[in-house]
């Protein structure tokens, strides 16, 4: 594919290019560079929060019900172009098509989800001990947002913030990730016709610099960032100085638990589906399984044999089962940990260990990195335990619950977890004891527009989607009136 468009960055409407400091955006199936996106300066970033700002004195007043219709007319555009965007998406990042345009289809499901709240944000009436007094709440607005998103899904991310963001009356400041920003850019040209009015909405383009200006400043209410945790840490060390609310969705090692008494095949799927499905470029990826004793060699066998047959080739084509890493960073890093761990002595089950022979023999030039599996881990092991963001899966063995459950909190994280058993009373019991924010029974990766998601732990602080995402961008203000005639004593106060 050749050079196909230049983007600029989005500020109160209009489109500013700089063709002297701009970015390549590299496909990662064929390493050819194919977009041209603006470096935002700090002046730019400035900009954007100076016209976020003044946007907002407007936006916060205009009525849950037109917030609605725009937000409406933004979906219903989004769902017309829902392929063009996934093969954008997919060229960008390398995610496999038919998983890009599923997440099209689920972030057009999440705005209008949103778009149904955003006429319903309402305070309460408080009953107090002084009947005089009247007392009762307003759920408002915070500001100004920035919402900061990862390259491994970029539409889906930026929908889970974006969504209830706009439906509460914030105005956005909307950083894509320097290594796939073309999808979000030509999202706005939608938000754009939806009718949305100048400064909701604004994007700026470029390296960690730009977020490093964006988080520090002044004017900014909240920040939303999705990605590693490393940078969720310096992002809140970033806004502590301003005392900015964060909402902090960071990185996981998710476990991933299979007892004897599961549907054997319907679990092999879902771990496979769990780790290997976007490449294993995904917070949630099961990439801990833990598997009962007495069933460990026929599982693993079954997943063996599951995960092999999996068909690595050009994402855009539909027998592809799944596509390149990202970007060469993330393809250093996640070879560079396969490495590590068969140097350690790790057993390789799956997997090239010899990366620099093999790789070549694919016809695909891409960052290709096949399905790989290691068994006998043991949990305390670097591949266990530090988040290697790609498809290598780590197998542990377990004997009983009380094991398992001290495995599978033994992690720095605590975003997701998956449970295999047939016996309903231990997966309620067992979810109320594993430390993470998601809990999937006899599924996994399952996700819907009304279940809030967020972690605990390293895994970050705050929720999306849901209700509770719609919280996460308001504030409480609570207002006390006296209705009593009486003259009140200035030097008591009442309860």
Same mark, same amino acid.
């Given at each position: 594919?050749?050079?196909?468009?230049?983007?600029?960055?989005?500020?109160?409407?209009?489109?500013?290019?700089?063709?002297?400091?701009?970015?390549?955006?590299?496909?990662?199936?064929?390493?050819?560079?194919?977009?041209?996106?603006?470096?935002?300066?700090?002046?730019?970033?400035?900009?954007?929060?100076?016209?976020?700002?003044?946007?907002?004195?407007?936006?916060?007043?205009?009525?849950?019900?037109?917030?609605?219709?725009?937000?409406?007319?933004?979906?219903?555009?989004?769902?017309?172009?829902?392929?063009?965007?996934?093969?954008?998406?997919?060229?960008?990042?390398?995610?496999?098509?038919?998983?890009?345009?599923?997440?099209?289809?689920?972030?057009?499901?999440?705005?209008?989800?949103?778009?149904?709240?955003?006429?319903?944000?309402?305070?309460?009436?408080?009953?107090?001990?002084?009947?005089?007094?009247?007392?009762?709440?307003?759920?408002?607005?915070?500001?100004?947002?920035?919402?900061?998103?990862?390259?491994?899904?970029?539409?889906?991310?930026?929908?889970?913030?974006?969504?209830?963001?706009?439906?509460?009356?914030?105005?956005?400041?909307?950083?894509?990730?320097?290594?796939?920003?073309?999808?979000?850019?030509?999202?706005?040209?939608?938000?754009?016709?939806?009718?949305?009015?100048?400064?909701?909405?604004?994007?700026?383009?470029?390296?960690?610099?730009?977020?490093?200006?964006?988080?520090?400043?002044?004017?900014?209410?909240?920040?939303?960032?999705?990605?590693?945790?490393?940078?969720?840490?310096?992002?809140?060390?970033?806004?502590?100085?301003?005392?900015?609310?964060?909402?902090?969705?960071?990185?996981?090692?998710?476990? &991933?638990?299979?007892?004897?008494?599961?549907?054997? #095949?319907?679990?092999?799927? $879902?771990?496979? +589906? /769990? %780790?290997?499905?976007?490449?294993?470029?995904?917070?949630?990826?099961?990439?801990?399984?833990?598997?009962?004793?007495?069933?460990?060699?026929?599982?693993?066998?079954?997943?063996?044999?599951?995960?092999?047959?999996?068909?690595?080739?050009?994402?855009?084509?539909?027998?592809?089962?799944?596509?390149?890493?990202?970007?060469?960073?993330?393809?250093?890093?996640?070879?560079?940990?396969?490495?590590?761990?068969?140097?350690?002595?790790?057993?390789?089950?799956?997997?090239?260990?010899?990366?620099?022979?093999?790789?070549?023999?694919?016809?695909?030039?891409?960052?290709?990195?096949?399905?790989?599996?290691?068994?006998?881990?043991?949990?305390?092991?670097?591949?266990?335990?530090?988040?290697?963001?790609?498809?290598?899966?780590?197998?542990?063995?377990?004997? &009983?619950?009380?094991?398992?459950?001290?495995?599978? #909190?033994?992690?720095?994280? $605590?975003?997701? +977890? /998956? %449970?295999?058993?047939?016996?309903?009373?231990?997966?309620?019991?067992?979810?109320?004891?594993?430390?993470?924010?998601?809990?999937?029974?006899?599924?996994?990766?399952?996700?819907?527009?009304?279940?809030?998601?967020?972690?605990?732990?390293?895994?970050?602080?705050?929720?999306?989607?849901?209700?509770?995402?719609?919280?996460?961008?308001?504030?409480?203000?609570?207002?006390?009136?006296?209705?009593?005639?009486?003259?009140?004593?200035?030097?008591?106060?009442?309860?």
């Amino acid at each position: 594919m050749s050079l196909i468009k230049k983007y600029g960055i989005y500020i109160n409407g209009e489109w500013k290019e700089n063709t002297e400091n701009s970015f390549y955006s590299i496909n990662p199936y064929n390493q050819e560079k194919w977009a041209k996106i603006t470096q935002a300066s700090e002046s730019d970033v400035r900009e954007s929060i100076k016209v976020a700002n003044t946007a907002f004195e407007q936006w916060k007043n205009v009525s849950g019900r037109k917030r609605a219709e725009l937000i409406y007319n933004f979906a219903k555009l989004l769902e017309e172009n829902i392929e063009r965007l996934a093969i954008l998406e997919t060229t960008d990042n390398g995610k496999i098509l038919r998983e890009t345009r599923n997440q099209m289809k689920f972030a057009a499901r999440n705005y209008l989800f949103f778009a149904g709240y955003a006429d319903k944000i309402n305070g309460n009436t408080i009953p107090l001990d002084n009947n005089s007094l009247f007392n009762y709440t307003k759920r408002i607005p915070l500001g100004v947002v920035a919402l900061i998103t990862s390259w491994n899904s970029p539409i889906s991310i930026l929908t889970n913030k974006l969504a209830p963001a706009l439906a509460s009356g914030n105005t956005v400041i909307i950083k894509p990730s320097e290594y796939a920003s073309v999808t979000t850019l030509e999202l706005v040209k939608l938000i754009e016709e939806a009718g949305f009015p100048k400064g909701v909405v604004n994007v700026i383009t470029g390296d960690s610099k730009v977020g490093k200006w964006l988080t520090e400043s002044k004017g900014i209410n909240k920040v939303s960032f999705t990605g590693g945790t490393e940078t969720g840490k310096i992002i809140a060390k970033n806004t502590s100085n301003t005392l900015t609310k964060n909402t902090l969705e960071l990185g996981g090692k998710s476990p &991933n638990i299979v007892f004897e008494d599961a549907n054997i #095949n319907a679990a092999v799927t $879902g771990a496979v +589906a /769990g %780790i290997f499905g976007a490449a294993g470029q995904t917070c949630i990826a099961g990439s801990r399984l833990f598997i009962q004793k007495t069933i460990y060699d026929e599982f693993l066998q079954k997943l063996v044999a599951k995960a092999s047959k999996i068909k690595l080739g050009n994402p855009l084509k539909k027998d592809t089962e799944m596509g390149p890493i990202a970007n060469k960073a993330q393809y250093k890093k996640i070879k560079d940990s396969i490495i590590n761990a068969v140097q350690e002595g790790l057993n390789m089950a799956l997997g090239y260990k010899d990366f620099e022979n093999q790789l070549e023999s694919l016809e695909e030039t891409g960052y290709f990195i096949p399905p790989t599996i290691f068994t006998n881990v043991e949990n305390k092991s670097n591949i266990a335990q530090n988040e290697i963001f790609g498809p290598v899966l780590s197998v542990t063995p377990f004997n &009983n619950v009380s094991d398992v459950i001290e495995m599978a #909190n033994n992690t720095d994280f $605590g975003l997701a +977890a /998956g %449970i295999w058993t047939n016996d309903l009373q231990r997966a309620h019991n067992l979810a109320d004891e594993i430390d993470a924010g998601t809990i999937w029974i006899n599924t996994y990766r399952s996700t819907a527009a009304q279940a809030p998601f967020g972690g605990f732990k390293n895994s970050g602080y705050g929720k999306e989607r849901g209700k509770e995402a719609l919280l996460e961008y308001t504030k409480i203000k609570n207002i006390m009136v006296n209705l009593s005639k009486e003259v009140r004593d200035p030097f008591t106060i009442e309860n």
